[in-house]
């Protein structure tokens, strides 16, 4: 115990080294580690971003690479509710009201509007 733990953590992603001042993020199927220098990168981009958590949001396609090749993931709509480091990007995780997330990168966030719903139904002119 002290300034000097080291912790290895086997994950089903691989080791993982954690030594003090490392914050660990615990996802259902993914560890990160997270240094104190990360963490406040994710707080000072989130507040640059002009976004706060339960904000809605909305964020276009995009090209993503992955090991097996390119991807396009889909744009979405949705609620911030969570900023983290992956990759060294700075991700937000978006709640869609289906209920599922989408993962963009912060920068790619913009504020969206609230959907406009009339109290009559259109009807055609006669």
């Keep these: 115990m002290g300034a ?5 953590i086997r994950t089903p992603q691989g080791d993982l080294l954690a030594e003090p001042g490392h914050w660990l993020v615990r996802t259902d ?18 507040q640059a971003s002009g976004h706060r958590l339960g904000d809605l ?6 090209t993503v690479t992955f090991p097996d090749g390119p991807r396009t993931v889909p744009g979405g709509r949705g609620r911030l509710a969570d900023v ?15 209920g599922t997330n989408g993962a963009p990168l912060l ?5 969206a509007a609230p ?9 055609a002119p006669e």
């Design 115 to 123: 959907t406009q719903t009339s109290p009559h139904p259109a009807t």
């Design 57 to 62: 949001v909305e964020y276009d396609a995009r």
């Design 84 to 98: 983290f480091v992956a990759d060294h990007d700075v991700i937000a995780r978006v709640e869609h009201a289906d």
């Design 29 to 46: 199927a993914s560890t990160w580690k997270v240094t104190n220098d990360s963490a406040s990168a994710v707080r000072a981009a989130a």
């Design 4 to 8: 000097t733990t080291t912790l290895l």
């Design 107 to 111: 920068a790619d966030l913009r504020p």
